[in-house]
């Protein structure tokens, strides 16, 4: 029996869209931000590839995965950053049990949420279909150890942000890119001006033609 207390978004529900698992070639984890829902952050699938991309969104306990800003120190937020990562972490696992590797595997967070999927992938570097961080970046105060260990393997990152975001810093977002280009990544950052905390349409279309490549449905050349 998992301790709640202890891990507060372990066994919560996980919602599923998109194709079938049995019948996908690639799957995307969609973590929501602070205060949102899984059927929130599942919207955005709406507007993404369907043929072959099953899409699953982990939900929060309380619709929160930690309590103070990401920059805090990391005790002040926990159990629920350790928790988030597992419920990542597990996620991840019950798909590759399904058939699908996780260089086939995205993982996609906005907000809180890409908070932690950024931090997810740096501790647990390796080759994974894709890292879209949406208005977040890696966790922690600004004299937080970042001596991650292994190789991204060339994995796509995606980061887009405002320049003014009210709850990200741009220097965030700039250590966020540098990390993963250390790690081994394709980083692609995108900064968009005076846009406010939100999701745009050029990240969406970044996010189309990605999901093309990883599911198979467009070559790259």
Known sequence: MINSSLYPHQNKSVLHGGAKIQHADAAVIMVH??????????????????RGVAYFAPQAAKNTWYPKTFLAPLDQNSPGITSGLKAIEDLIKKIEKKGIPKKKIVLLGFSQGACLVTEFAARNAGLYGGIIGLSGGVIGPNDTPRNYEGSMQGTPVFLGCSDVDYHIPLERVNLTAEIFERLGAKVTKRIYESLGHT???DEMQFIRELLEVVSGAKIEE
Request: glycine share 10%.
């Open 33 to 50: 931000g602070r205060g949102a829902t899984a059927q929130s952050i599942m919207m955005l699938a709406e507007d993404l590839p369907q």
């Open 199 to 201: 999701v745009n349409q």
